[in-house]
Nanobody
Framework: QVQLVESGGGLVQAGGSLRLSCAAS????????MGWFRQAPGKEREFVAR????????FYADSVKGRFTSSRDNAKNTVYLQMNSLKPEDTAVYYC????????????????WGQGTQVTVSS
């Protein structure tokens, strides 16, 4: 059974930092591209970042470029999202997702999803 478990969310002031983690189990992690998405109340789920299975490539939404960095440790079956210079508009539930040998920006193309972790940025 595949499980993705996010952690690291919380309440932070604008300008602060958080690091999200997503621990995967039940799959060959090194064969899966990983994506980070977020969903704010009343809005659609949107792409944040994606990283290839080998960490050779990573891409970011324009809204987070230069502030967020995704990385992964295949030995620990974990992907990370380092979020710096947080803004109130970054407030959302953040999800990680996995797709075998792919790492797209489209949520519907992912195979597995975590349950999400809340990030709240106060002004």
């Amino acid at each position: 059974q595949v499980q993705l478990v996010e952690s690291g969310g919380g309440l932070v002031q604008a300008g602060g930092s958080l690091r999200l983690s997503c621990a995967a189990s039940g799959l060959t992690f090194s064969s899966y591209g990983m994506g980070w998405f977020r969903q704010a109340p009343g809005k659609e789920r949107e792409f944040v970042a994606r990283i290839s299975w080998s960490s050779s490539s990573a891409f970011y939404a324009d809204s987070v470029k230069g502030r967020f960095t995704s990385s992964r440790d295949n030995a620990k079956n974990t992907v990370y999202l380092q979020m710096n210079s947080l803004k109130p508009e970054d407030t959302a539930v953040y999800y990680c997702a996995a797709r075998r040998l792919g790492f797209m920006s489209t949520p519907g193309l992912y195979d597995y999803w975590g349950q999400g972790t809340q990030v709240t940025v106060s002004s």
